[in-house]
């Protein structure tokens, strides 16, 4: 079983920054791609930003330029550094990796998710 948990989400005002952690832990044996996904209230959970084993990032269009996807292979642990915050960024952000296992097999999981607030 793997665990994802994420920290760092909270309340910041438009023009503030915050960093999200998620860490990975359990029975892994690698983790391919990792990345950050959100969903606004009374709205599709979309894409932020993903990065692959290898440091390749993907990021969407509307956080381009503000929000970095990193991650430490080390610590099985992936970062979003976002800046420049607007109130539309405002949406419960959730971790996920592909994990392999130590019998090779590999699964999507997905963290609780953690909630970033962007308001005066």
């Known amino acids: 079983q793997v665990q994802l948990v994420e920290s760092g989400g909270g309340l910041v005002q438009p023009g503030g920054s915050l960093r999200l952690s998620c860490a990975a832990s359990g029975s892994i044996f690698s983790i391919n791609t990792m990345g950050w996904y959100r969903q606004a209230p009374g709205k599709e959970r979309e894409l932020v930003a993903t990065v692959t084993s290898g440091g390749s990032t993907n990021y969407a269009d509307s956080v381009k330029g503000r929000f970095t996807i990193s991650r430490d292979n080390a610590k099985n642990t992936v970062y979003l550094q976002m800046n420049s915050l607007k109130p539309e960024d405002t949406a419960v952000y959730y971790c996920?990796?592909?994990?392999?296992?130590?019998?090779?097999?590999?699964?999507?999981?997905w963290g609780k998710g953690t909630l970033v607030t962007v308001s005066s």
């Open positions: 996920n990796a592909g994990v392999v296992s130590p019998f090779l097999q590999a699964r999507d999981y």
